[in-house]
């Protein structure tokens, strides 16, 4: 036996009829478990295994089948009961019909059984099922009852009019009276009801039964007293930050503002220097021709010392002017406006080298130290600001002359570093750079240690013009330096110039 | 020697020019603006080979000066040098534009200014320059002296 097997009680006397019974049901396709009983004892033991059918010989000695069928209504409710029989007439057929039996078969005719089995098993589950739907029906209404009543938020059902249908405890609370009812049941979705310190957000929808889809609405009140909450601080947080914001944006105003005045300034000066010291410098040339006309050397010797000293404002000025146009914008060129690197000139930096010595020759004299040039024949011109590059060349120069050692010399090498790349090196042997004071060379106003001690004459402008300059260039600076060893500087600049740059 | 307009508005600087070239056998004109140097030029006949014009004066700026000059066949094939403090590659390309066959940058060295003087005299105005679209008959005056 499977357990899909039907388990058929057959109340039969004769072992025979049994037999028959079985083979029909067998003939049928049906593979049943078949528990013959001929007294009601067996029949209340074969019905506490929950058989799914009963089939019962009208005429079994010893037995009545309204007996039978009560027996089976009491001990097992609902399982069918077919009835078999040798004869019938029809009203003993209403009669057991109108007992409840689910079939009545002629023993002689048992081709029928089958068809009559799987109808009274079939009708049973979909009784069973109704009944099981039916209760998971109330269950759920029950449940949904209990959502509705449970529910944080207030839920009402009223009529087209206003008045209840239904509402949850909530709602009454909300409600208080007829009249706050009627006021809830007007208001619109969207709308804020507030209540004490709490807030709620109003819903209201249609809601439709078979006919109408407008029978009745709903009116759903959701507590947003905290979101209302932390809408307010988040409200008060963004005002502050743009406040923020826009004081950040005006004090950058005012900065670049400040900035651009200061450039200016800067820039005005520094033209407005240039033509005095046209003056001063031009008369010297002119006074230092009369000298040696006289041969007037005291003369000459004073006048070295002027000329000396307005050549080093002229270079304060020019590094002034300088920075203040590289630093205004990167790629700009000395006259502060920017220039692409195609717009640039080639220039021969082993050419402007030379001058540059030549400047530097004086001072370098002065101090007893030779220069050394170590040129590379083969260097490509470089599409660079002449002038100032020139400042780059002279400033250097100049640091490396006045921290070289007293009678000691300056070197100079230029070489080609790449294919598109041009180095420039100057070393001294001089005091060198403590490791601390390395890392901020090239910012303004910054001096070594050692320079104010030695009271080296010097702005701290000139390595800041530098490192404005090769950086506008889209070039590279680099120092290596050893206290007392000297210091040596080296400039990578691209053949090409700086790649354009995006604005920032 | 030759004829020289010089034209700055900072007096000691007019000196410092003229004290040199005078010193080298010129002789030296001075005035102190541009609209002055106009008039000097197409008005009174100032005799004059070469023009050293400063970039930054009041009344008539070194450009505008020098582009009027360039616009009047009289003056069109007049050799200009220009001086100016601003001394940058773009103003020296701003100059040329205006017109002028130099550019000097201030500070400058009156032996600067002598050696300029010397060389712009001897090339004078190359043919197919900015005088190219000048008829020969219509150069500036005493335009025959300057050889």
């Given at each position: 036996?499977?357990?899909?097997?039907?388990?058929?009680?057959?109340?039969?006397?004769?072992?025979?009829?049994?037999?028959?019974?079985?083979?029909?049901?067998?003939?049928?396709?049906?593979?049943?478990?078949?528990?013959?009983?001929?007294?009601?004892?067996?029949?209340?033991?074969?019905?506490?295994?929950?058989?799914?059918?009963?089939?019962?010989?009208?005429n079994?000695?010893?037995?009545?089948?309204?007996?039978v069928?009560?027996?089976?209504?009491?001990?097992?409710?609902?399982?069918?009961?077919?009835v078999?029989?040798?004869a019938?007439?029809?009203?003993?057929?209403?009669?057991?019909?109108?007992?409840g039996?689910?079939?009545v078969?002629?023993?002689?005719?048992l081709?029928?059984?089958?068809?009559?089995?799987?109808?009274?098993?079939?009708?049973?589950?979909?009784?069973?099922?109704?009944?099981?739907?039916?209760?998971?029906?109330?269950?759920?209404?029950?449940?949904?009852?209990?959502?509705?009543?449970?529910?944080?938020?207030?839920i009402g059902?009223?009529?087209?009019?206003?008045?209840e249908?239904?509402?949850?405890?909530?709602?009454?609370?909300?409600?208080?009276?007829?009249?706050?009812?009627?006021?809830?049941?007007?208001m619109?979705?969207?709308?804020?009801?507030?209540?004490?310190d709490?807030?709620f957000?109003?819903?209201?929808?249609?809601?439709?039964?078979?006919?109408?889809?407008?029978?009745?609405?709903?009116?759903?009140?959701?507590?947003?007293?905290?979101?209302?909450?932390?809408?307010?601080?988040?409200?008060?947080?963004?005002?502050?930050?743009?406040?923020?914001?826009?004081e950040?944006?005006?004090?950058?105003?005012?900065?670049?503002?400040?900035?651009?005045?200061?450039?200016d300034?800067?820039?005005?000066?520094?033209?407005?220097?240039?033509?005095?010291?046209?003056?001063?410098?031009?008369?010297?040339?002119?006074?230092?021709?009369?000298?040696?006309?006289?041969g007037?050397?005291?003369?000459?010797?004073?006048?070295?010392?002027?000329?000396?000293?307005?050549?080093?404002?002229?270079?304060?000025?020019?590094?002034?002017?300088?920075?203040?146009?590289?630093?205004?914008?990167?790629?700009?060129?000395?006259?502060?406006?920017?220039?692409?690197?195609?717009q640039?000139?080639?220039?021969d930096?082993?050419?402007?080298?030379?001058?540059?010595?030549?400047?530097?020759?004086?001072?370098?004299?002065?101090?007893?130290?030779?220069?050394?040039?170590?040129?590379?024949?083969?260097?490509?011109?470089?599409?660079?600001?002449?002038?100032?590059?020139?400042?780059v060349?002279?400033?250097?120069?100049?640091n490396?002359?006045?921290?070289?050692?007293?009678?000691?010399?300056?070197?100079?090498?230029?070489?080609?570093?790449?294919?598109?790349?041009?180095?420039l090196?100057?070393?001294?042997?001089?005091v060198?750079?403590?490791?601390?004071?390395?890392?901020?060379?090239?910012?303004?106003?910054?001096?070594?240690?050692?320079?104010?001690?030695?009271?080296?004459?010097?702005?701290?402008?000139?390595?800041?013009?530098?490192?404005?300059?090769?950086?506008?260039?889209?070039?590279?600076?680099?120092?290596?330096?050893?206290?007392?060893?000297?210091?040596?500087?080296?400039?990578?600049?691209?053949?090409?110039?700086?790649?354009?740059?995006p604005?920032? | 020697?030759?004829?020289i307009?010089v034209?700055?508005?900072?007096?000691?600087?007019?000196?410092?020019?003229?004290?040199?070239?005078?010193?080298?056998?010129?002789?030296?004109?001075?005035?102190?603006?541009?609209?002055?140097?106009?008039?000097?030029l197409?008005?009174?006949?100032?005799?004059?080979?070469?023009?050293?014009?400063?970039?930054?004066?009041?009344?008539?700026?070194?450009?505008?000066?020098?582009?009027?000059?360039?616009?009047?066949?009289?003056?069109?094939?007049l050799p200009?040098?220009?001086?100016?403090?601003?001394?940058?590659?773009?103003?020296?390309?701003?100059?040329r534009?205006?017109?002028?066959?130099?550019?000097?940058?201030?500070?400058?060295?009156?032996?600067?200014?002598a050696?300029?003087?010397?060389?712009?005299?001897?090339?004078?105005r190359?043919?197919?320059?900015?005088?190219?679209?000048?008829?020969?008959?219509?150069?500036?005056?005493r335009?025959?002296?300057?050889?």
């Open positions: 036996m499977s357990p899909d097997d039907l388990r058929v009680v057959v109340v039969e006397d004769r072992p025979a009829d049994v037999e028959l019974i079985g083979a029909a049901l067998r003939r049928d396709g049906l593979e049943t478990a078949t528990v013959p009983v001929d007294s009601y004892e067996q029949l209340a033991a074969a019905l506490s295994a929950a058989p799914d059918v009963v089939l019962a010989d009208h079994v000695p010893g037995m009545s089948i309204s007996q069928l009560r027996t089976v209504r009491t001990s097992a409710p609902g399982v069918p009961v077919i078999v029989t040798g019938l007439d029809d009203d003993t057929a209403a009669a057991l019909f109108e007992q039996v689910s079939d078969l002629l023993k002689d005719r081709a029928r059984l089958g068809q009559a089995v799987r109808t009274a098993v079939g009708t049973r589950h979909l009784e069973q099922a109704v009944v099981v739907s039916h209760a998971e029906q109330a269950r759920i209404e029950g449940l949904l009852a209990s959502l509705v009543q449970h529910s944080p938020s207030a059902l009223l009529h087209p009019g206003g008045e249908i239904f509402s949850n405890t909530r709602f009454r609370a909300l409600a208080k009276d007829g009249h706050g009812r009627s006021r809830l049941a007007a619109p979705s969207g709308s804020e009801h507030a209540d004490g709490e807030v957000l109003v819903t209201r929808f249609a809601v439709s039964d078979d006919t109408d889809p407008t029978a009745a609405f709903g009116v759903i009140l959701t507590d947003i007293t905290q979101q209302k909450a932390v809408q307010a601080q988040l409200r008060a947080t963004q005002a502050e930050l743009q406040q923020q914001s826009r950040l944006r005006r004090h950058n105003d005012e900065l670049q503002e400040l900035d651009r005045l200061k450039s300034l800067v820039n005005t000066v520094s033209h407005e220097l240039r033509t005095p010291l046209t003056s001063i410098l031009g008369y010297g040339e002119l006074i230092e021709d009369h000298l040696h006309d006289l007037d050397e005291t003369g000459l010797q004073l006048l070295s010392t002027l000329q000396r000293n307005s050549a080093r404002l002229l270079g304060l000025v020019e590094n002034l002017l300088q920075l203040a146009t590289a630093e205004h914008s990167p790629t700009a060129t000395s006259s502060g406006r920017p220039a692409e690197a195609g640039r000139p080639d220039v930096v082993n050419q402007l080298l030379l001058e540059a010595c030549c400047v530097l020759l004086p001072a370098a004299q002065r101090r007893g130290v030779t220069m050394e040039r170590h040129v590379a024949a083969d260097l490509p011109p470089v599409a660079a600001d002449a002038g100032q590059l020139e400042r060349l002279l400033n250097l120069g100049s490396a002359v006045k921290f070289a050692a007293a009678n000691g010399r300056v070197v100079w090498r230029t070489r080609l570093a790449g294919p598109d790349l041009v180095e090196e100057v070393e001294d042997d001089g060198g750079i403590a490791s601390d004071d390395l890392e901020r060379l090239g910012h303004r106003f910054f001096r070594t240690e050692s320079a104010r001690t030695n009271h080296v004459p010097g702005t701290g402008l000139g390595l800041a013009v530098v490192r404005a300059a090769v950086a506008g260039h889209g070039g590279e600076l680099a120092f290596a330096s050893q206290p007392g060893c000297g210091t040596r500087v080296t400039v990578r600049l691209p053949v090409r110039g700086a790649l354009p740059q604005p920032p | 020697m030759a004829n307009l034209v700055d508005d900072d007096e000691d600087i007019c000196d410092l020019i003229r004290l040199k070239l005078t010193s080298m056998g010129h002789d030296v004109h001075v005035v102190h603006d541009g609209a002055a140097a106009v008039t000097a197409h008005d009174q006949g100032v005799p004059t080979d070469l023009v050293l014009l400063d970039g930054m004066m009041p009344v008539m700026d070194g450009e505008t000066t020098c582009r009027t000059l360039r616009a009047d066949p009289r003056t069109a094939g200009v040098l220009m001086l100016s403090a601003r001394g940058t590659p773009q103003d020296a390309l701003r100059g534009d205006a017109g002028a066959d130099g550019y000097i940058m201030k500070p400058f060295s009156p032996r600067d200014i050696a300029q003087v010397v060389l712009a005299l001897e090339r004078g190359t043919p197919g320059g900015t005088a190219s679209a000048v008829p020969a008959e219509a150069t500036g005056p335009a025959g002296d300057r050889r």
